[in-house]
């Protein structure tokens, strides 16, 4: 299988995240064609990344190696329908996007190896968490090359196809449902007399011996929390829990095939 030229539809955060990921690893490849329609954001991509080759429409990149579709839900059929006679059956097609299976692919394209992935944002530090799901088309040994493609970005593993939603909502997303208040902690921290730099420390120190003691303790998540006596924002956690579940679990069902 060649690996050797990628094409991206779509310029946005995904594409950024998995060429920065590509980058840091110094992996070389023949070409990188990238088509993004917003003249700015494909600016800002060009800039970061000097190595790539702006399209001037889907097709180009479309008719390369290994195809990533990094376009949302919304318009990937249309996406698909806009590429299917640039592709061929040699053509591996990763669709980055959740919602498409890939039988609907399949009924769009000519290509024959059509992948899914749910790429997680830490695959920009090379620490990702990234399920995939291959079609009957490939062969173990054409999974094992992609695959070893696709480890650059961190831990990638073949999962059922089924599950790519829930690890969307429950890997993908996770960071956003906290990294708000992790900043917020950081404000907090220099209002009490922690400078900038000092704030970060501790609060990126606690949190990381935070998720080590809740999941390597070997104590019950009740004894994990019952270890702290003061709970400031106690009162609102009932709010907090359902304001999770009543967002997570509605995206949820939107994004389901």
């Known amino acids: 299988m060649k690996t050797q030229h990628l094409g991206f539809i779509g ?33 800002g991509l060009k800039k970061r990344f000097p190595e790539i080759t702006s399209s001037a429409t889907p097709q180009d990149s479309a008719g390369q190696d290994i195809v990533f579709l990094a376009v949302h839900p919304p318009v990937m059929m249309e996406t698909l329908g806009n590429i299917k006679n640039a592709v061929s059956e040699d053509n591996v097609i990763i669709s980055l996007a959740p ?15 059509i992948v899914r992935m749910i790429p997680n944002a830490t695959s920009f ?15 173990q040994e054409e999974k094992k090359v992609l695959m070893k493609m696709l480890k650059k970005a961190g831990k990638t593993m073949e999962v059922e196809e089924k599950m790519l939603e829930g690890y969307a ?17 950081e404000e907090i921290a220099v209002k009490t007399g922690f400078s900038e730099a000092e704030a970060k ?11 080590k003691l809740y999941y390597k303790s070997e104590l019950s998540p ?22 999770l579940e009543t967002k997570l ?9």
């Open 99 to 113: 919602k498409i299976p890939i039988a609907k692919m399949e009924e769009m394209l000519p290509a024959r190896r």
């Open 11 to 43: 310029g946005g955060r995904v594409t950024r995240i998995l060429l920065q990921a590509f980058q840091n690893k110094k992996i070389e490849f023949d070409s990188i064609t990238v088509y993004e329609p917003n003249g700015e954001t494909a600016a």
């Open 222 to 243: 009740v004894e994990v929390i019952d270890l702290i006596p003061v709970k400031p924002i106690g009162e609102h956690e009932a709010e907090i829990e359902q304001i």
């Open 169 to 185: 909502i429950v890997s993908a997303m996770l960071p956003t449902y906290f990294w708000f208040q992790w900043k917020k902690m």
């Open 201 to 211: 420390k501790v609060i990126g120190d606690t949190l990381k011996r935070s998720l």
């Open 249 to 257: 679990l509605g995206l949820y069902e939107k994004i389901k095939p």
């Open 125 to 139: 530090i090379n620490k990702g968490y990234n399920p995939v799901t291959f079609n009957n088309a490939f062969s």
